[in-house]
């Protein structure tokens, strides 16, 4: 049988931001209660007493704030590295990608120190790289679909350490982190310890604080 803190625990996974609010103490559990009395009533198809709501949330917050505890428990800072002047790329899958590929990595395989980042979907796929190789992207898929080119990024990689890997919400934690300051996220790539966060470059520097900040 559903609960109302099971209901509560609903609300709150759909609201990063209520969420946050919740772990960090700053809204009324009363006035936050009234408002969701009708919706939890609903779903439950009875009347609930506000203070039984109260109760909910409160559980919930303490739960939260365990779960945050043992993600800052983890150095998320093990390594930060920030790369400037990236241009992204997305075209249509075909059957001359994978070709094209390869022409592409051989060919900046004679170049000195570029960065390239390759994400293949089911239908596109998405290359984040430096300026200084723009040119070989188009050239080399001139007759591919291109979908979208965004210019003017930054990057900016987290480095974990392998206990993170057992240790759920560490990707969460920081998406609603820079979702509550109204960073955009252009594309989030992820390797074995890494996570690399693509931004607007006028968002870079106020991503580096605010994850720098996080364990401060």
Wanted: glycine fraction near 2%; charge should be positive; proline fraction near 2%.
């Amino acid at each position: 049988m559903i609960s109302i803190t099971d209901v509560v625990t609903n609300i709150v996974k759909t609201s990063p931001f209520l969420e946050e609010a919740l772990t960090r103490d700053i809204l009324s559990y009363s006035a936050l209660a009234r408002e969701l009395i009708p919706k939890i009533e609903k779903t439950l198809d009875k009347s609930v007493t506000r203070g039984a709501v109260v109760m909910a949330l409160k559980r919930i917050s303490v739960k939260r704030k365990l779960a945050k505890k043992r993600v800052q428990e983890v150095h998320l800072l093990s390594n930060l590295t920030i790369r400037a002047n990236l241009t992204e790329f997305t075209f249509v899958n075909s059957y001359t990608m994978a070709q094209n590929q390869k022409k592409l990595f051989s060919s900046i395989g004679k170049k000195g120190d570029v960065f390239i980042n390759m994400a293949q979907g089911i239908h596109e796929t998405t290359f984040i790289a430096s300026n200084d190789i723009v040119a070989d992207i188009e050239i080399i898929f001139q007759k591919e679909t291109l979908l979208s080119k965004t210019s003017q990024l930054s990057s900016i990689t987290i480095r974990f350490p392998k206990e993170y890997l057992k240790t759920p919400g560490v990707y969460y934690t920081i998406m609603k982190l820079l979702a509550w300051e109204g960073i955009n996220v252009v594309e989030a790539v992820s390797t074995y310890l890494e996570l690399t966060l693509v931004l607007e470059n006028k968002d870079i520097e106020k991503t580096f604080s605010i994850i720098s900040n996080y364990q401060k």
